[in-house]
């Protein structure tokens, strides 16, 4: 109760890539108590943690690992960074403006076209960027 590291999700580097895991508990010894003592300085905080990949595996870190990842992928709001990668498909919903119907002519004989993209759906490819902690 009280760790904010439990159900965190982190990034981390695996065989080239990174990949997603999320805090699952704390790792224990086999007498079922906590392995590591806490401290509020992440860099003394000698807590270990078992995280969970999405591909089934798992694998144990430190406090302090476990802080530099979750800072390093946020700005000082608490943001993350994910940049866009690339788009990988797209389609037009029914609710889309027809070509015919993008000229709006306005009282004064102006004439404009609409441009909504509300009625478009993007499937985009998103890449992680970990930069040094600054959060």
Same mark, same amino acid.
């Given at each position: $109760?009280?760790?904010?590291?439990?159900?965190?999700?982190? $990034?981390?580097p695996?065989?080239?890539? $990174?990949?997603?895991?999320?805090?699952? @508990?704390?790792k224990?010894d086999?007498?079922?108590?906590?392995v590591?003592?806490?401290?509020?300085?992440?860099?003394?905080?000698?807590?270990?943690?078992?995280?969970?990949?999405d591909?089934?595996? #798992?694998? +144990?870190?430190?406090?302090? $690992?476990? @802080?530099?990842s979750?800072?390093?992928?946020?700005?000082?709001?608490?943001?993350?960074?994910i940049?866009?990668?690339?788009?990988?498909?797209?389609?037009?919903?029914?609710?889309?403006?027809?070509?015919? +119907? #993008?000229?709006?002519?306005?009282?004064?004989?102006?004439?404009?076209?609409?441009?909504?993209?509300?009625?478009? #759906?993007?499937?985009? #490819?998103?890449?992680?960027?970990?930069?040094?902690a600054?959060?």
């Open positions: $109760m009280g760790d904010n590291y439990i159900s965190a999700k982190i $990034m981390l695996r065989g080239g890539t $990174m990949v997603k895991g999320r805090v699952a @508990a704390r224990r086999r007498d079922g108590n906590p590591g003592l806490a401290n509020s300085n992440p860099i003394l905080d000698t807590h270990l943690y078992v995280v969970h990949f591909d089934g595996d #798992q694998t +144990e870190l430190t406090a302090n $690992m476990t @802080a530099e979750l800072y390093s992928q946020c700005d000082p709001n608490g943001h993350e960074y940049l866009l990668d690339e788009i990988v498909d797209h389609r037009r919903t029914d609710s889309a403006i027809k070509l015919a +119907e #993008q000229k709006v002519v306005c009282a004064n004989g102006r004439t404009y076209l609409r441009r909504p993209t509300i009625a478009w #759906q993007l499937c985009c #490819q998103w890449k992680f960027i970990l930069l040094g600054s959060c």
